[in-house]
């Protein structure tokens, strides 16, 4: 991957195929997680009120923490002082977290995809940066969650693994997505 570049009001850069292969399957998981398999029901037309009310209707009024510590990191509990609150926090607010997580992350799958694995530049129009980042954050969060990274102490024993370590692999993934999101704000500031 090459820096990101803005051109314009676009933000560019051209990734490998295996780099577009790694960073849509990563997205690809994050969506399954994030819309516990079923994205369909976080995602529709948003001006379709009645389609809408239907899915508010027929959720469920769950209020507990989630078991995976990974959506534990993206979702967390909002008081972890006052178990009520919490409960209360995550039923009225978690759906719609999710639903913009998946949102976005189909975003960066689109753009993805318009890449032709790997044979055309990364396009991103300016205004769905923000979108990009926020994905890239989550996914860097779920790697980072797998790799035991809680702190900057754990996040520089992960880059200084060595190469037969079983997590290396993660752990250059975890560096490689931390060198997109820096070099995309990077190119957003020039």
């Given at each position: 991957?090459?820096?990101?570049?803005?051109?314009g009001?676009?933000?560019?850069?051209?990734?490998?195929?295996?780099?577009?292969?790694?960073?849509?399957?990563?997205?690809?998981?994050?969506?399954e997680?994030?819309?516990?398999?079923?994205?369909?029901?976080?995602?529709g037309?948003?001006?379709?009120?009645f389609?809408q009310?239907?899915?508010?209707?027929?959720q469920?009024?769950?209020?507990?923490?989630p078991?995976?510590?990974?959506?534990?990191?993206?979702?967390?509990?909002?008081?972890?002082?006052?178990?009520?609150?919490?409960?209360?926090?995550?039923?009225?607010?978690?759906?719609?977290?999710?639903?913009?997580?998946?949102?976005?992350a189909?975003?960066?799958?689109?753009?993805?995809?318009?890449?032709?694995?790997?044979?055309?530049?990364?396009?991103?129009?300016?205004?769905?940066?923000?979108?990009?980042?926020?994905t890239?954050?989550?996914?860097?969060?779920?790697?980072?969650?797998?790799?035991?990274?809680?702190?900057?102490?754990?996040?520089?024993?992960?880059?200084?693994?060595?190469?037969?370590?079983?997590?290396?692999?993660m752990?250059?993934?975890?560096?490689?997505?931390?060198?997109?999101q820096?070099?995309?704000i990077?190119?957003?500031?020039r």
């Amino acid at each position: 991957m090459q820096r990101f570049k803005r051109k314009g009001g676009t933000i560019v850069t051209t990734l490998s195929a295996d780099e577009v292969e790694l960073l849509a399957s990563l997205v690809g998981q994050l969506v399954e997680m994030v819309s516990e398999g079923e994205p369909e029901q976080y995602s529709g037309p948003a001006d379709d009120s009645f389609a809408q009310w239907t899915r508010e209707l027929e959720q469920t009024d769950e209020t507990t923490e989630p078991a995976d510590p990974v959506l534990k990191r993206l979702f967390p509990n909002a008081y972890p002082a006052d178990a009520d609150a919490a409960a209360d926090f995550r039923r009225f607010t978690e759906r719609d977290l999710r639903a913009t997580k998946v949102t976005e992350a189909m975003a960066v799958l689109r753009r993805l995809g318009e890449t032709d694995h790997g044979r055309n530049p990364l396009r991103i129009p300016a205004q769905e940066t923000d979108a990009w980042l926020r994905t890239l954050t989550s996914v860097r969060l779920a790697v980072a969650t797998r790799l035991g990274v809680t702190d900057a102490g754990a996040a520089e024993e992960i880059a200084s693994i060595p190469p037969h370590d079983p997590r290396a692999f993660m752990a250059s993934v975890y560096e490689w997505l931390g060198f997109a999101q820096e070099t995309m704000i990077m190119a957003l500031d020039r």
